[in-house]
């Protein structure tokens, strides 16, 4: 190194951290307007796409200066999402999202604008995350290629491992029933669903193979409402079941076909405040909504790469705010949007 360039390495230190800390302390943007409406008008709007996720870079855009500088000594530390899965979101605030490819879960947090990556259960490294869960304060993970289901804290640390009697033979859909305390475990390959308490214990199993009502063929991702009905994507079925809280069947919504209101391949369902079931139709690249009684309403997405659109969606949840998060999969993002509901629903909830 020449005496020359010694001289002035203060100088561009001192630069590069002054850029480095008006850049980390830049205001925050304000938040963008709906990108999308679904119907398209002039009929009155239902559903908005608020925004897209595709990593931390989405979060983490006005990193401290310690941050920043971090970075730069020990490397950039932020991850995308490759091939989100399944997704969750805790008080509105965290969201949870299952990626394949990266075999671990993302963290995103709304009010901190941080976030992390979970790639283990304890000493265990994810081979196959399919689905996440939030269970009051911990966090539930199905890996289908492991054959288990995990119970982290939300920083990650292994807590317990749900068993049933013989293993699981594939895991895949996760939900909660805050109400009841209760973990449902779709096992895909054994045409079920478990049903455990947060100690661990397994409770109850319902379900088998055939095409009656409560069997199934490959279900794959579940739903809890806060009335306590569980909602199964029964997807080579072609439909959603719907249960009570005992695994009694109650009906179901949709049939084969690839017109509004039949469904071809079901992965991933939500229902809201209101009672709106919300369908993932994985083959189509659309999601579809029901009433309460499952009669069709509309439907919005279709294929393509633009904002509002899907390849392979998968995994879909609705949190208290009546936000749809869905696992646009193969377009590498979470794609989050709102029920905006009638004239007649507003006036109700604001009562």
Same mark, same amino acid.
């Given at each position: ?7 002035? #390495? ?26 999308? =409406? ?26 401290? =200066? ?6 730069? #000594? ?5 991850? !995308?999402?490759?091939?989100?899965? /399944? ?21 995103? @947090?709304?009010?901190? $604008?941080? $976030? ?66 209760? #973990? ?6 054994? !045409? ?21 009502? %409560?069997?199934? !063929? ?7 409402? @806060? ?15 719907? =249960? ?23 992965? /991933?369902? %939500? ?12 083959? =189509? ?16 997405? %279709? ?27 193969? !377009? ?7 029920? #905006? ?7 109700? $909830? @604001?009562?």
């Amino acid at each position: 190194m020449s005496a020359q360039l010694g001289r002035h #390495i203060p100088g561009l230190l001192a630069a590069f951290l002054m850029a480095v800390f008006t850049f980390g302390c830049s205001p925050k943007q304000p938040p963008q307007q709906p990108l999308a =409406f679904w119907p398209p008008p002039p009929a009155p709007p239902r559903i908005a796409l608020l925004r897209t996720v595709s990593g931390s870079a989405d979060f983490d855009q006005h990193p401290s =200066f310690m941050e920043r500088l971090g970075e730069v #000594i020990l490397g950039p530390r932020r991850h !995308n999402l490759l091939r989100p899965q /399944g997704v969750a979101v805790h008080d509105d605030q965290c969201l949870y999202v299952t990626d394949l490819e990266l075999q671990g879960v993302h963290l995103f @947090n709304f009010h901190s $604008s941080k $976030s992390s990556f979970i790639d283990r259960a304890g000493k265990v490294f994810f081979v196959s995350p399919v689905a996440v869960a939030v269970c009051d304060d911990r966090i539930a993970v199905a890996d289908s290629a492991l054959k288990k289901v995990f119970l982290l804290k939300p920083d990650g640390k292994l807590e317990n491992t749900l068993e049933k009697p013989g293993g699981f033979e594939r895991p895949t859909g996760l939900a909660f029933d805050p109400q009841a305390k209760l #973990i449902y475990v779709v096992d895909t390959l054994a !045409n079920e669903v478990c049903v455990f308490e947060l100690s661990g214990r397994l409770l109850r199993r319902f379900g088998s193979p055939g095409r009656e009502p %409560g069997q199934f !063929n490959y279900p794959t991702y579940v739903f809890v409402d @806060n009335t306590g009905r569980v909602y199964v994507t029964d997807s080579l079925n072609f439909r959603v079941q719907v =249960f009570d809280r005992q695994g009694r069947f109650l009906f179901d919504i949709g049939e084969l076909g690839d017109a509004s209101g039949y469904l071809a391949v079901p992965k /991933g369902v %939500g229902v809201d405040s209101f009672g709106n079931i919300y369908v993932v139709d994985s083959r =189509f690249s659309v999601v579809q909504v029901y009433d309460q009684q499952g009669r069709f309403l509309l439907a919005f997405g %279709g294929p393509g790469e633009k904002a509002g659109a899907f390849q392979v969606p998968s995994g879909l949840t609705v949190d208290a705010s009546n936000r749809i998060f869905v696992c646009d999969s193969y !377009n590498s993002r979470v794609q989050i949007f709102q029920y #905006i509901g009638t004239d007649d629903e507003q006036a109700s $909830s @604001n009562r």
